[in-house]
């Protein structure tokens, strides 16, 4: 005969185990693609973007985040917890990811359902790497409007090649034919919200990684968000960079440390009318482009709060790279922003789109490394409007999820050794436990190259170029090269360069 009080104790035991898993928090991580450290409200941008200024003012902004500088060694960084090398990706995406797990994983065996929307520019696919849910780009860049086949009586579209590989979980769509309505930021929300919704009544956590292809080029968006900003690039590169840089200061982002670079663009005024043109429908779109990126941000906030699961969700916002000077060329029917037309941003507007730093993505200088990041999480974190100067590192985001998530990295993994992570959660830092970063960061793509340890930072551009030094705390935008006051720290991290390069490569 059964236990009557041992039946009762088990019937109270298991609602209190599930509102236990319930009380982990949901975790959305949203990453831009090519978006520049002033590209949004928040970090100085005239761009309308109050969803995401909603979520700085109701949490934490980083003003020392850093990426790699290049969009697929970031996002091996971002999903691992471990510098790109270490898993095989200093180079190219090409072949599984090695020694390491994946945020997927992780959060998975900690109870999470695990969705995954937009693009991985990854080999591995993600239902292959603890994700329960997928669709998006798997590779790099694709049309906005269309990626695939050439749809009725549109112009052809602008692609370097038309059989990009998308995935509706496991199914392989290559060539992918959109419907007319597709859009790429729509249509990775689109996912995003079903999955919400089919998911609502779970007595777990969700994980939601939105990785948009927004603003990348090719610069497309949708006529009535283009509109919104007609005639407010007329007054050129010169005027919106200034005017980003006062906004800095005013939202206290930047202090007098940080000078303005030396400008990169050509005077607004050398171009003919032509050009200014063209320019101003480059910016324009490039704006509309973010703007709809926060707006579809917006409605995933909405969804939360219609669920009632918003107040419990950490949201984290950050991009891949600085914004790109990279100029792709293919031929097109000319109309700037539509299906019909490639059209990249180019190193004049992405000098303004990293203000006030220098240079750009591909580049270990800081125009190229820093990113926004955004933390807000309304019922665990509490705080507002907070700016958080703690230098830190896309191999930090694994091991602050695994905080949120109160999951356990594992030494090995289906019978595989793996590394430690390389990062450090970020959460001590938001409590004020810790303000000073102990351990180097490194930087390695193609021919840039970095170190920094405290305030000093060690970097070049170029198969032989020279190290600079820079000191980021009195001079944050790298504008006075001191490595030859102070050539025994420079040698110190250059010796630190060498070292970390010897044990992560494999």
Known sequence: MKNPIFILLLWLFIPLVGKAQQEKPNIVLILADDLGWSDIGSYGSEVETPNLDWLAENGVRFTQMYNTSKCNPSRAALITGLYAQQV???????????????????????????????????YDHPMDRGFDRYFGLKEGASNHFNPGP?????????????????YEDRKLMQPYSVQQDYYSTDYFTKYALQWLEEYKDEDKPFFLYIAYTSPHDPLMAWPEDIEKYKGKYSEGYESIRQKRYKKQKKLGIIDDTHVLSEATYLPWQSLSDSLRNIEEQ?????????????????????????????????????SDNG?????????????????????????????????PLRFFKNYSFEGGIKTPLIISWPKGLGHQNEINSYPAHLIDILPTLAELADAS?????????????????????????????????????????????????????????SWELYNLKLDPSETINIIDQEPEIANELALEFTNWKERVSF
């Open 88 to 122: 095989g990706y200093e180079s190219t995406y090409e072949q599984p990811l090695k020694n390491g797990i994946t945020f997927g994983e992780l959060l998975q065996s900690a109870g999470y359902r695990t969705l995954w929307a937009g693009k991985h520019h990854g």
């Open 150 to 166: 050439r749809r009725g009586n549109e112009p052809q579209p602008a692609q370097k090649r038309d059989d990009r590989p998308f």
């Open 282 to 318: 480059k910016m324009e779109v490039y704006a509309a482009m973010i703007d709809r990126m926060d707006q579809k941000i917006g409605e995933i906030i909405e969804k939360l709060k219609s669920l009632n699961k918003f107040e419990n969700t950490v949201f984290l916002f950050l």
């Open 323 to 355: 914004a790109s000077a990279e100029v792709v060329t293919i031929p097109g029917d000319g109309k700037i922003g539509t299906v019909g037309h490639w059209t990249s941003l180019g190193p004049d507007w992405a000098n303004v789109g990293n203000t």
């Open 409 to 465: 990295y594992p030494s090995e993994f289906k019978g595989n050794s793996i590394f430690p992570t390389e990062g450090k959660s970020l959460l001590p830092a938001i409590r004020g436990e810790i303000t000073e970063r102990m351990e180097p960061i490194f930087w390695e793509w193609r021919i840039g190259r970095a170190v920094r340890k405290g305030d000093w930072k060690l970097v070049a551009h170029g198969e032989n170029a």
